[in-house]
């Protein structure tokens, strides 16, 4: 009686993966979405992301690239990988097709002690699609072992992986 148990969640997992393979929705990605098997809409909101500037998203900082930002605070050591997603807010109930879900560009950043970094930014919305207007910080924390801290701004973050020792150079304020 075991036995079938297990083998019945073995197959529910195996169904739950090929409908992420298959499935339309384009916001589900595995990790390391930046291959080549993307989407026009997902390579387009991970661009959107990329090419932001952090004084757009973050006033306190100097005008730069989002992802120059990133891989100079991060330090050189740091493996950044990047997905479209939906924000996390997708619950799975039909209520979802109400409502107007957003569409993030994930930054994960992970370094070789084991410590994560997650970076999203809104950059539109599934029925609108990608904004005209600069993508905003969404949802930002640091992880390492059992503690995780929160970044409601980019200098935030800045600050607390220099605190960490990961940051390359020290991040820039604006003028």
């Not at 997905?83 to 879900?101: H, K, L, M, V």
């Not at 950059?123 to 600069?134: F, H, Q």
Request: proline share 5%.
């Amino acid at each position: 009686m075991r036995t079938t148990g297990v083998v019945s969640a073995l197959l529910l997992v195996i169904l739950l993966e090929v409908a992420l393979v298959m499935s339309p929705n384009p916001t589900i990605q595995r990790a390391g979405a930046t291959e080549p098997g993307l989407d026009a809409v997902d390579r387009q909101s991970i661009q959107v992301a990329q090419q932001a500037s952090v004084h757009a998203i973050d006033t306190t900082l100097a005008d730069e690239r989002f992802d120059s930002w990133l891989r100079r605070i991060v330090g050189p050591e740091a493996a950044i990988s990047w997905e479209s997603n939906d924000c996390g807010e997708q619950t799975g109930s039909p209520a979802d097709s109400a409502r107007d879900i957003p569409v993030c560009a994930q930054a994960l950043v992970e370094w070789t002690d084991s410590s994560k970094a997650y970076v999203w930014l809104a950059v539109g919305t599934m029925k609108t699609g990608i904004s005209k207007e600069p993508p905003v910080l969404f949802w930002a924390d640091v992880e390492s072992g059992d503690s995780a801290w929160e970044c409601r701004t980019l200098g935030r973050l800045a600050r607390l992986i220099a605190r960490k020792g990961y940051a390359a150079t020290a991040p820039a304020a604006s003028r």
